[in-house]
Structures are given as C-alpha cells and as structure tokens.
C-alpha cells in the first residue's frame, strides 16, 4: 500500500549500491522528520517527505553525508562560565521571571513575586522603569518581537498588556487585560508570526487570546495539573506545553485539539525550552532528568540524561544557548551547563546567597540573544548575570 | 471490542490477521522505511456492530496494534501515539552515529511551502473563529439601521473603556479533565520497593511548639530539644544529659519554693503592718469620739435655754 509506494519512490531516488552503515543511512532519512514542519494527515505527508529527501545529496562519504547542516551550528566546547555581576535586592521578592528583549538585545524585564515589573539595561544593569499593576507575584513575562508591548501574566490570574514607550506616562502604561484564567498564569508565549497570546496556569488549560481584541479563540483542554511552560513555534506542533502532570503535549492548533502527548517522564516538568535555532527541545523534571525532543509532529526522543547534584533534583529552570550551552538551574541554587549536543556536563556552580537569605533557588533564567551572558533570577531576592570565561 | 482482546494463553486459536505482509529485510541495498505511526496500516472494521472500534491499526506482520488502536478511539485515527518500546528509546542511542543537526526553518529559509500553508491555515481558523465570537466585524459593529415602513430605528452599541476592570469574576475552574482517551504511558516504573529508610525520610514529624499546649500534654524532652532546635536534626534520648537535666530542674524547683517562702514570708510581714496600722487607726477615732462626746455634753450643760425655747414655741 502506502509503504510500498514509498519504497518505489526512494528505489528511483537512491543510487542502487550505497555502503552507508545502517545508522547513518537512518540518521539521514531522520532529516526529514525536522524537514517536515506541518503535516495534515498520513498519505500526503509520506509524498511530500519523499519529494524532500530528493533534493538531500546522499554521497559515498558517510560524514558529508550527516554534515549537511552543521556548519550552521557553532559548538563552544566546554567554556567555562563566571559570575559577573549580581545585583543585589532587586526586587523586594523573590524574582520570578525574566524576559529578553529580543530586537535590540539592549535591556531585560524581570518580575517578582512583589507584584513589580522592572525594565533594565542589560550594559549598565541601571533600571530602566518600574512598571506596577499587579496585585500578586508576576509569574510570566513576553515581550513581543513585532510591537513594543509587554505581556504579564501572574499570580493574581490577570494577563495584561503594556505599552512599552509609555512606561513613564503618569496614568500609567496597561493598555489591555485578557480577562478569562481562574487561576494563576504560569506561563506564556506568544505566536513568531501571528498576533496570538497563549497563556497557561494553575487552571489546566491552555487559553488562545488574539491579541487586538482581546477575545478569548480557544480554550486547549488536556493537562490534568498545573501547565508550566509553553512554546510557540510556526510550523506544527505550534504550541508545545509541559505540565506537572508529567506530561508533555504537542497541539494541533487548527484542529484545537491534541497532536501527541509525551509521556516519558516520571515526575512533573518545571520547565521545557526550545532551542533557539533547532528545531529540538528540552524538558527538565523534577527528577533531575533532561530529555531532549524533536519539535517536528512525531515528538521522536532525541536524547535523555540525568543530572548528578546530589543535593537538590528539581530542575527549576533552563536555558538554551544559540551556541549550545545547555543552563539547568535547580531548587537548591545549584547551576549546571551542559554541552547542548553530548549531553555532557560541563560545570557545576553553587550560587551563593545573599546576606540575609539562606538559599538562593534559581526560579527563571534566560541568555541574552548572543547567547554570551545568562540571566538568572533568583531566591534571594538578586538578580545575577554570569558571562563566559575568557 | 471482542475482537481486539489478546489471544487466551493455551489455545489453537489464530487471531485473524488483518492486510498484508511487510516483510523486513535487512541488506543495505533494501529500503528501509520508517517506523513511523502513519506508516502501519489503518483499516477499517465497518462490518462490525455499530459500538467496537471502528479503525484498527495493524502492525507489520498484520496483527493488531492495541496500543495504536486503542490510543485513538476517540480522536482522528491518523493521529500519531508513541506506544512502542522503540519509542522509550532515545534516538541517540538507537543511532550512535546520528549527527546533531536539526535546523529550524522560518518562513523565508523553508525550502518548501508548508510552513506559509500552516501560517495562512491557522490565520483562517482564527479569523473564522473570532468572527463568530464577535458577531460582526469592528466597522458595523457601531451602528446598525433598521428601517421598517416609515419609522427608522438606530440601534447602536454601547462603548465601553476597554480598561475597566472586568465585569465578572470567575472562580470555578468549567475546563478540567481529558477530552480525549489517555495517552499511552511511556516511562520506567520504580522496580525496588519503598525501604523502611526512604519511608523515614518521608516521614513528617507532629507540630510540637514549646510555647502552645493548650491541651496540655506530656512532651517528652526529646522532642521539646528538636522543636528549640526548629525541628531540624534528630535528637534521640542519648543526646539529653539527663543528670544534668535533672540537676536543672531541682535547682529550678528549689529556687522556685525558696522564692514561694520569701513572698508568703513577705505578704505575712505586710498583712501584720496592715493589721497594727489598722488597730491604730481604730483607736485614734476612738479617742476622738470619745473627746466629741465629752465636749458635747459640756455645751449641753452649759447653756440650753435657747434650744428648749425655740423647740417649745
């Protein structure tokens, strides 16, 4: 049937004496899994997956054949990373999240669980603006690539809006709230090319807002506990989402409905990262296991290890690196990096409390658009920026 | 339903088996095909009775895949389900030498049309979607003209601020539960029993606090040290240097009679200075009552006439 029409194709495709190993020859039919970034139903995918591998150049030479695009990826090996800079009592709370900005790379938002939202310069580490409207911890952060607007989503179960170039104007700079959670937001994203918000929580459900008007699209229903993370890419599955159900669901967001459901961990996942230039991702549990995905349709495992920190196991946060540097960051303020292709653990720092604070959890972080500085917002109320060793 | 049920352990009875068969061979000038789901066999079971599963995915060797089959009951049967032990194992480990490169495509770099499709797609469902939520489309949405016979009504809508904080609050969570059957469950189980140890570990100690009894119970000295400790640690009855604990307590036991004694000893003192200045007292009022009496009667004596007149007249 369908099988063997494929196999026809590939017969014409394929020159009729290769001496690939069989590893490699799967390892380049895995291509098109990345390759196939939307897939409607079963006959007509396999038909596009054949015309895609036609234009792949299978070679005698086994490694040229796998290297086809790895000259995109620069892999930084094993550098060492130090503590530059700590910014002391940031916030009057523990600091909950952080966000980029992802145009000019020039400041960083980060809020806390003192209901603030705070602006600062990623250079001088000067604040910027202090934007206030939250009655509880700020939980989530966004901030558009396409208008100047910040998202927030937070514990007081409110998503709102602001105007970044009003930040300083007197009445205020909220200019929208999407009014709809019953529970506290955890987590959102927003959509690379649409102009969609998706929210998650406390409430178990994934809510679509469009951004302009403020309606409610569709309520994504799947998650049996808390949703932690989301992440929103073009093609399918568009909204990715990890919960602390253990969970890990793709979602079809044409057809409302649920795409995969990955079930591989064993205990609930605090954080799932994409990679910011491949098509993979990461999920952390609070077992101290990281798994690696593909973020095509399948949701194929691509690989898994476990951390080793003896102390604590819950994974609070990661963090990708365009260069590969995985960042792990634990409950007990442990800070890990990881080779992001090998899986292989390259430094284990402790952070170190501020004065007056006994343990310094690490609850959200991110790297810079470079990719040369982390961010991590911390426990004892500081806010810390670790730079690569020289 | 019956017919996806396993084959009884000890009997001659062949499933029926289901489509073709692939056969596998393992050259390398064969073809290998992906084990993909959307690559088993779907087909359907429509001379069944109207309540089993009416698609059944079929493995190679054309038996059934219960766990494909059963995964998508409810949902589109081309939905993909990982339910194979392949799927537990990492794609790194089934192929050692897979090369990591896995690019991300956008929408200028995707070498074909499917990421604009999906873009256009999903901006067509939205678009579908918020007009039936929003009734019509901002312009007409202001004023609207019903004109009937000669009378003309003007029907427009109310403009609200968009920044007034929201009408309703919602409280009860409407979303919960699974719309669709539960995933097939891919992970270890924990294969060593629970030790009486990690059991320990687990174990959460009662409340104790060294300045709340109200129902006044014995509190062994143990757990009062854990709780002035902040209940970290563990203090077994060996840590407690009972002489010296015991010698405390006397001492503590013998300055609080020795003080008891002192205050009665003290209060008596009081009670007898109080007494004495009482009786003192008495007698000095005594003395001048018995002085006002005396000097009384002397001006009775002395001269009445004008108090028997004027009580006689």
């Given at each position: 049937?369908?099988?063997?029409?494929?196999?026809?194709?590939?017969?014409?495709?394929?020159?009729?004496?290769?001496?690939?190993?069989?590893?490699?020859?799967?390892?380049?039919?895995?291509?098109?899994?990345?390759?196939?970034?939307?897939?409607?139903?079963s006959?007509?995918?396999?038909?596009?997956a054949?015309?895609?591998?036609?234009?792949?150049?299978?070679?005698?030479?086994?490694?040229?054949?796998?290297?086809?695009?790895?000259?995109?990826?620069?892999?930084?090996?094993?550098?060492?990373?130090?503590?530059?800079?700590?910014?002391?009592?940031?916030?009057?709370?523990?600091?909950?999240?952080?966000?980029?900005?992802?145009?000019?790379n020039?400041?960083?938002?980060?809020?806390?669980?003192?209901?603030?939202?705070?602006?600062?310069?990623?250079?001088?580490?000067?604040?910027?603006?202090?934007?206030?409207?939250?009655?509880?911890?700020?939980?989530?952060?966004?901030v558009?690539?396409?208008?100047?607007?910040?998202?927030?989503?937070?514990?007081?179960?409110?998503?709102?809006?602001?105007?970044?170039?009003?930040?300083?104007?007197?009445?205020?700079?909220?200019?929208?709230?999407?009014?709809?959670?019953?529970?506290?937001?955890?987590?959102?994203s927003?959509?690379?090319?649409?102009?969609?918000?998706?929210?998650?929580?406390?409430?178990?459900?994934i809510?679509?807002?469009?951004?302009?008007?403020r309606?409610?699209?569709?309520?994504?229903?799947?998650?049996?506990?808390?949703?932690t993370?989301?992440?929103?890419?073009?093609g399918?599955p568009?909204?990715?989402?990890?919960?602390?159900?253990?969970?890990?669901?793709?979602?079809?967001?044409?057809?409302?409905?649920?795409?995969?459901?990955?079930?591989?961990?064993?205990k609930?996942?605090?954080?799932?990262?994409?990679?910011?230039?491949?098509?993979?991702?990461?999920?952390?549990?609070?077992?101290?296991?990281?798994k690696?995905?593909?973020?095509?349709?399948?949701?194929?495992?691509?690989?898994?290890?476990?951390?080793?920190?003896e102390?604590?196991?819950?994974?609070?946060?990661?963090?990708?690196?365009?260069?590969?540097?995985?960042?792990?960051?634990?409950?007990?303020?442990?800070?890990?990096?990881?080779?992001?292709?090998?899986?292989?653990?390259?430094?284990r720092?402790?952070?170190?409390?501020?004065?007056?604070?006994?343990?310094?959890?690490?609850?959200?972080?991110?790297f810079?658009?470079?990719?040369?500085?982390?961010?991590?917002?911390?426990?004892?109320?500081?806010?810390?920026?670790?730079?690569?060793?020289? | 339903?019956s017919?996806?049920?396993?084959?009884?352990?000890?009997?001659?009875?062949?499933?029926?088996k289901?489509?073709?068969?692939?056969?596998?061979?393992?050259?390398?000038?064969?073809?290998?095909?992906?084990?993909?789901?959307?690559?088993?066999?779907?087909?359907?079971?429509?001379?069944?009775?109207?309540?089993?599963?009416?698609?059944?995915?079929?493995?190679?060797?054309?038996?059934?895949?219960?766990?494909?089959?059963?995964?998508?009951?409810?949902?589109?049967?081309?939905?993909?389900?990982?339910?194979?032990?392949?799927?537990?194992?990492?794609?790194?480990?089934?192929?050692?030498?897979?090369?990591?490169?896995?690019?991300?495509?956008?929408?200028?770099?995707?070498?074909?049309?499917?990421?604009?499709?999906?873009?256009?797609?999903?901006?067509?469902?939205?678009?579908?979607?918020?007009?039936?939520?929003?009734?019509?489309?901002?312009?007409?949405?202001?004023?609207?003209?019903?004109?009937?016979?000669?009378?003309?009504?003007?029907?427009?809508?109310?403009?609200?601020?968009?920044?007034?904080?929201?009408?309703?609050?919602?409280?009860?969570?409407?979303?919960?539960?699974?719309?669709?059957?539960?995933?097939?469950?891919?992970?270890?189980t924990?294969?060593?029993?629970?030790?009486?140890?990690?059991?320990?570990?687990?174990?959460?100690p009662?409340?104790?606090?060294?300045?709340?009894?109200?129902?006044?119970?014995?509190?062994?000295?143990d757990?009062?040290?854990?709780?002035?400790?902040?209940?970290?640690?563990?203090?077994?009855?060996?840590?407690?240097?009972f002489?010296?604990?015991?010698?405390?307590?006397?001492?503590?036991?013998?300055?609080?009679?020795?003080?008891?004694?002192?205050?009665?000893?003290?209060?008596?003192?009081?009670?007898?200075l109080?007494?004495?200045?009482?009786?003192?007292?008495e007698?000095?009022?005594?003395?001048?009552?018995?002085?006002?009496?005396?000097?009384?009667k002397?001006?009775?004596?002395?001269d009445?006439?004008?108090?028997?007149?004027?009580?006689?007249?």
């Amino acid at each position: 049937m369908m099988i063997k029409k494929l196999a026809g194709h590939r017969k014409d495709l394929l020159p009729p004496t290769d001496e690939l190993s069989e590893a490699t020859y799967k390892s380049v039919r895995l291509d098109y899994l990345t390759r196939l970034p939307s897939s409607q139903g079963s006959s007509g995918d396999i038909d596009t997956a054949t015309s895609l591998v036609a234009d792949v150049n299978i070679d005698e030479d086994a490694d040229e054949v796998a290297n086809i695009n790895t000259d995109m990826i620069p892999s930084s090996n094993d550098i060492q990373w130090e503590l530059q800079r700590v910014m002391a009592s940031a916030h009057d709370g523990w600091v909950r999240s952080v966000a980029m900005d992802p145009v000019t790379n020039d400041w960083f938002v980060t809020g806390g669980s003192d209901a603030a939202i705070k602006v600062w310069d990623l250079t001088t580490l000067k604040l910027k603006a202090v934007i206030s409207g939250h009655i509880l911890g700020v939980r989530s952060l966004a901030v558009s690539p396409r208008y100047p607007y910040l998202f927030s989503g937070s514990e007081d179960k409110t998503v709102r809006c602001w105007d970044l170039e009003r930040t300083h104007a007197p009445e205020g700079c909220q200019i929208r709230d999407y009014h709809g959670h019953v529970g506290g937001i955890y987590t959102m994203s927003l959509h690379p090319e649409l102009d969609l918000l998706f929210t998650g929580g406390r409430d178990q459900v994934i809510r679509v807002w469009d951004i302009r008007s403020r309606t409610e699209v569709m309520t994504l229903l799947g998650h049996s506990s808390d949703i932690t993370s989301i992440e929103s890419q073009i093609g399918d599955p568009q909204i990715i989402s990890s919960s602390m159900d253990s969970t890990i669901r793709l979602w079809d967001l044409r057809k409302q409905s649920t795409l995969l459901t990955l079930t591989h961990h064993t205990k609930s996942i605090r954080l799932m990262k994409l990679h910011p230039k491949e098509a993979t991702m990461c999920s952390g549990d609070s077992n101290g296991n990281f798994k690696q995905w593909l973020s095509s349709p399948g949701g194929e495992l691509l690989s898994e290890f476990t951390s080793t920190n003896e102390l604590s196991r819950i994974i609070n946060s990661v963090s990708i690196n365009p260069n590969n540097v995985l960042f792990a960051g634990f409950d007990d303020g442990t800070l890990e990096f990881y080779n992001y292709v090998s899986g292989k653990l390259i430094q284990r720092t402790k952070s170190i409390p501020s004065p007056g604070s006994r343990d310094s959890a690490i609850y959200d972080s991110t790297f810079d658009m470079s990719g040369s500085r982390l961010i991590t917002c911390e426990g004892d109320k500081s806010i810390k920026i670790w730079k690569e060793v020289e | 339903m019956s017919s996806l049920l396993p084959k009884p352990k000890y009997s001659n009875y062949e499933p029926p088996k289901w489509g073709i068969y692939h056969q596998r061979t393992s050259s390398s000038s064969s073809i290998l095909v992906p084990s993909l789901q959307s690559s088993t066999t779907i087909i359907d079971n429509t001379n069944a009775p109207k309540n089993t599963i009416q698609k059944l995915h079929l493995n190679d060797d054309g038996s059934i895949n219960y766990n494909a089959t059963l995964a998508t009951v409810n949902a589109d049967p081309h939905q993909r389900v990982q339910a194979t032990y392949d799927d537990t194992v990492s794609l790194k480990a089934r192929f050692p030498r897979l090369k990591h490169s896995f690019p991300r495509y956008d929408l200028a770099t995707c070498p074909d049309d499917t990421l604009k499709q999906c873009v256009i797609d999903t901006q067509r469902t939205i678009d579908a979607i918020l007009k039936q939520k929003l009734g019509h489309t901002a312009v007409d949405n202001d004023t609207a003209t019903l004109s009937s016979g000669t009378n003309e009504i003007l029907v427009s809508t109310y403009r609200e601020d968009p920044l007034l904080p929201p009408k309703f609050r919602l409280r009860k969570n409407r979303h919960s539960g699974s719309p669709s059957v539960p995933a097939p469950i891919l992970k270890k189980t924990s294969e060593a029993n629970i030790t009486k140890e990690d059991r320990d570990k687990w174990r959460i100690p009662a409340a104790i606090s060294n300045w709340k009894n109200n129902q006044g119970f014995t509190i062994s000295i143990d757990k009062r040290m854990q709780a002035a400790h902040g209940g970290e640690g563990s203090s077994s009855a060996e840590d407690v240097n009972f002489t010296k604990f015991s010698q405390v307590s006397m001492a503590l036991q013998q300055a609080e009679t020795e003080a008891r004694e002192e205050l009665n000893q003290k209060r008596d003192l009081m009670k007898q200075l109080e007494e004495k200045k009482q009786r003192e007292r008495e007698l000095q009022l005594k003395a001048l009552a018995e002085e006002s009496r005396t000097r009384s009667k002397r001006h009775y004596n002395g001269d009445n006439t004008k108090y028997h007149k004027r009580r006689h007249h």
